[in-house]
Structure formats: C-alpha cells, structure tokens
C-alpha cells in the first residue's frame, strides 16, 4: 500500500511519454547546473583523468556525489551527477526497488541486451563477473540499469545493480574520460550489441 502511494504521488512528475526521458526527479540532462545543486548535500569529486592515465585530466568534467538523496520523494542512494562544460549530461545511482518500480510504471521493462561474462579476477580460479543489462532509449537519451554480480578485479564478491540516464552524444564524446568509479560495468554493457 506504502508503495502504491508514493507510485501515484510521483506520476505526475514522471507523467511524460518514453520520449522525454530527461533525467531525474529535478536533475534534468542539459538544465541542471553544479550551481543549482547548493540546496542538496552534495560533494564535487576530484579531477576526472583520461583512462589509463594518472596524470592527463578531462578538463570539461566534473562530478558531485551524494551518499543519499530524496529525489520527487523518493530515496536515492550513491546519486552521482556529471557536468560537462557545467551542464549535467549522466546520472548514475543505486536502482533499488523502489526506483524500479516508479521508473519502471513510467517507461516500461527496458530492452534486454545480451549478457556478458567477464574475467576480472585473475587468481587462477576463473571466477567470473556475471554483467546483465536493460536499456531505455530515444534520440537523444539513453537509461541502462547494469546488474552485476561476480568476483571483481580484486577478488572479492561483488552484488551491485545501477541506473545511469545520459545523453547520448555526450557519452560517445566523454567515452575517453575515465567514469568508471560510478558504473564500472556501464561501458561493457553499452557497447554490447
């Protein structure tokens, strides 16, 4: 009942058809500013590098982190935001039950993609990553919820399932610069075709 509550509370926010998937809750891609968000609890990450440097850096990015959030008046735990040139172009969280269900009633099941099974932990044993993914997607923007289960790159057992809604374009030109801290299975499963 608790649920079915706050489903009709926050559909008329999330009223639009699937073509105007824009984002979340008030953190809408190509509006939201690192200025607006002064009101939330928010802390800006360090400066994001190209992958597989230490030292080169993506002068364009930043990034604000959020252990926790209520977002239209839901909770939404490790809420990432990322700017580009001050424009929020992703958003990568936990995807919780209680997310799903709201985004889920608004636009649908997704779109199963093909599942991967990676080798990361390089002990000897060949204990694999198990990546599952759906996505959502019109013109312009995309959503792919990555549920990843398995032995990561330390050897330790790994449970995560998260949402990431991005613009599209901005993901092609942004792919060099390392975001892998927020979603490290994001890339794997969006490049499956």
């Known amino acids: 009942m608790k649920y079915l509550i706050l489903l009709l509370t926050l559909l008329p926010f999330y009223a639009p058809a699937q073509s105007t998937l ?15 968000l002064r009101q939330f609890s928010f802390q800006e990450h360090e400066l994001v590098v190209l992958k597989g440097t230490i030292a080169f ?18 909770p939404v735990t490790n809420l990432s935001l990322v700017f580009y040139d001050d424009q929020l172009f992703r958003i990568t969280c936990d995807y919780t039950e ?5 985004f889920e009633a608004q ?26 993914s759906r996505h959502w ?3 312009n923007t995309m959503a792919l919820v990555t549920q990843a289960g398995g032995y990561n790159a330390q050897c330790l057992r790994e449970q995560r399932v998260r949402l ?11 792919s060099e610069c390392d975001l892998d801290e927020l979603d490290p299975y994001f890339d794997t499963s969006w490049r499956i075709r």
């Open 164 to 174: 990431t809604i991005a613009s599209r374009p901005m993901v092609t030109l942004t």
């Open 22 to 36: 824009t984002g979340l809750g008030d953190f809408t891609l190509g509006l939201t500013t690192p200025d607006s």
């Open 137 to 139: 997607q019109n013109e």
């Open 57 to 74: 850096p993506c002068p364009h990015i930043r990034v604000f982190t959020a252990d926790s959030l209520s977002v239209a008046g839901l």
């Open 98 to 102: 209680s997310l799903q269900q709201v």
């Open 107 to 132: 636009y649908g099941p997704g779109i199963n993609r093909p599942a991967s099974s990676l080798l990361l932990c390089q002990d000897g044993n060949r204990r694999r990553m198990q990546v599952n």
